[in-house]
């Protein structure tokens, strides 16, 4: 039956569904932290729906272009996102995806080049990082940071599959080395293990440009990976030993 309904019909139930969702949270007392998380998954889950149906309904009936209605729908929800940051969860959450969101489906709305995505996703990440150091105190913003170290990795993936050689490793290896130093100074272990991946992927893609035989590519990348691998474990240790301390 879902398969036959229309997307109209589809985007109305939504809407009443979202709806719903949103009114049944002023039912809920908060006094206790279980139940204000409750309260959040809730509202995510409601804004989540009414993002959704609003998206479906500009698509069917004002949009012709689906990229550029996914590109509204995710900035309001970053905006809506970005006024709920006081929560302990659903504001972090939703403006966290949204902002990935919203910055791919305007990219795809420009038709930008492939090359030319990755330092827009950088200013992003970076973007989101900043706003988790901003307010640090809050549960949250691990969810920011996780969001961007995330992004830093998988923009490394498209970097390094659309430039060679030199080119593609020496940014690599630098904004690696900066996230890693940033993670590895303010304890945040998720920031120093993206820093510490993008690295790895700086210099493996140039020792696989490079030329090298076969047995000097397998040593060089055996003993990056060791070296990393050695590195996060230490800042991990510090981490972990500053946090108990």
Do not use: C, K, N
Not at 68 to 79: E, F, K, P, Q
Not at 95 to 112: E, P
Not at 196 to 214: E, H, N, P, Q, Y
Request: glycine letters at 10%; aromatic letters at 4%; charged letters at 10%.
């Amino acid at each position: 039956a879902a398969a036959e309904a229309s997307p109209s019909a589809i985007a109305i139930a939504l809407l009443v569904t979202g709806y719903v969702s949103a009114i049944s949270t002023r039912r809920i007392t908060s006094g206790s932290m279980s139940r204000q998380r409750l309260i959040e998954v809730i509202e995510v889950a409601s804004v989540t729906q009414l993002a959704i149906a609003v998206g479906i309904l500009l698509d069917q009936h004002l949009l012709e272009s689906i990229e550029l209605s996914v590109a509204i729908i995710a900035a309001v929800a970053l905006a809506w996102g970005l006024s709920r940051l006081h929560t302990q969860i659903a504001g972090w959450a939703v403006t966290s995806s949204a902002a990935l969101v919203a910055t791919t489906a305007w990219l795809a709305v420009a038709d930008l080049d492939d090359r030319a995505t990755p330092p827009v996703f950088l200013v992003v990440a970076s973007g989101l990082v900043g706003l988790a150091s901003v307010r640090r105190s809050q549960p949250g913003a691990v969810l920011a940071r996780v969001a961007a170290a995330g992004t830093v990795v998988v923009v490394s993936m498209i970097w390094f599959g659309t430039h060679d050689g030199v080119v593609a490793a020496l940014p690599l290896v630098a904004i690696g080395l900066g996230a890693f130093a940033l993670g590895a100074s303010e304890h945040w272990l998720e920031i120093a293990v993206a820093g510490a991946i993008t690295v790895l992927i700086g210099l493996v893609g140039w020792v696989l440009d490079s030329g090298l035989g076969d047995l000097v590519q397998g040593v060089v990348i055996v003993g990056i990976g060791a070296l990393s691998l050695l590195t996060v474990v230490r800042v991990t240790r510090t981490s972990s030993a500053t946090d108990h301390g």
